[in-house]
């Protein structure tokens, strides 16, 4: 009889023992979650964990309340929500460096309008930047220095402040784009055929013809001409994008958005001295597609070189004929 209840006992106090133990996990894990001990995240999909969290957080639901820890009296109404993995996202070091660019080539935030605009060089840059300085106040006429433009530059802002931009939807992200026979050519009509501009860029005299420039350029890097799909694909879901035969209606319907549309701004989209501004580099590319783009040889080599700003930006593929 002794051993027998020395038996019941034992098993009383294992039972008792896995009873504790259980109610402590589930009393303390959401708090060591929130604390940082615990540092696995589990992802559904592979969507998911491209869009991971920038700091530990619990993965019970976004409904749930935990108290801070401390004396009740102290805990009234202190009360923080526990986020769910898919609410508060996070880019890779590659993807922030991606997003940002360097050097000329950064996109440009407009706090006040909570605006981030992804420009392309040769895709209506000078009129944007010069749109861009306007509706915040800044006058230099300097507009391609960051330096000296006024402009803010996503590289200005913190990785955490950028992250938070770009899932906020409280900010508005642009994308501009231009048709790429139609951005080659201007390349070539205002660098290409330009020996200066040719020895700086590609260290080699002005190229003669296109099809010669659309050779060089498969080997001479430059942002002028390079893809304008700068962002990881995931993000273009967060972004309007705009295109050059559409630009009037497009800077209308953006400024509306973002509430800069005004009697101002149409004014000075109209006046002659934003026209005098922006013409000197305009080369009148769209009107000369023809005259340049007059086999298919060309324009299959573009199709070939720019296949991701086609599938990206949805252009059309018909020939020019």
């Known amino acids: 009889m002794q051993r027998l209840s020395g038996r019941k006992v034992s098993f009383c106090t294992i039972l008792c023992s896995l009873f504790i133990s259980f109610i402590c996990v589930n009393h303390f894990y959401p708090t060591m979650r929130i604390s940082g001990n615990i540092n696995k995240i589990v992802y559904n999909s592979v969507t998911e964990k491209a869009v991971e969290k920038y ?7 976004k409904d749930t309340f935990v108290s801070f820890n401390g004396p009740v009296s102290h805990n009234t109404g202190k009360h923080i929500s526990i986020l769910s993995p898919k609410d508060v996202p996070r880019l890779t070091n590659q993807e922030l460096r991606q997003i940002k660019r360097s050097g000329t080539s950064s996109p440009i935030v407009v706090r006040k309008y909570k605006l981030i605009f992804f420009w392309n060089e040769k895709a209506g840059c000078t009129y944007w930047k010069r749109l861009l300085q306007f509706i915040q106040g800044l006058k230099n006429k300097d507009v391609h220095d960051p330096g000296r433009n006024g402009l803010t530059y996503l590289t200005q802002c913190k990785d955490n402040e950028i992250i938070d931009m770009m899932f906020n939807d409280t900010w508005t992200k642009v994308v501009f784009v231009r048709e790429p026979r139609e ?30 420039f659309i050779t060089l350029i498969k080997t ?4 002028h001409w390079s893809s304008q ?15 050059m035969p559409d630009i009037n209606t497009f800077t209308e319907n953006l400024l509306t958005k973002i509430g800069a549309w005004g009697a101002t701004v149409k004014d000075y989209l109209h006046s002659k001295e934003q026209f005098e501004r922006t013409r000197p580099h305009a080369t009148s590319a769209s009107e000369k597609l023809l005259q340049y783009y007059n086999d298919t040889k060309s324009q299959d080599i573009i199709f070939k070189m720019y296949a991701d700003d086609y599938d990206v930006f949805k252009f059309d593929k018909k020939y020019f004929n």
């Open 55 to 61: 700091f530990t957080v619990s993965t019970i639901s």
């Open 183 to 212: 951005r080659v050519l201007s390349a070539f009509l205002e660098k290409g055929l330009n020996p200066a501009r040719m020895r700086d860029m590609c260290g080699r005299p002005a190229v003669k013809s296109l099809l010669e």
């Open 220 to 223: 001479c890097k430059d942002v």
């Open 229 to 243: 799909v700068k962002l990881p694909r995931h993000l273009y879901k967060y972004t309007w994008i705009g295109k």
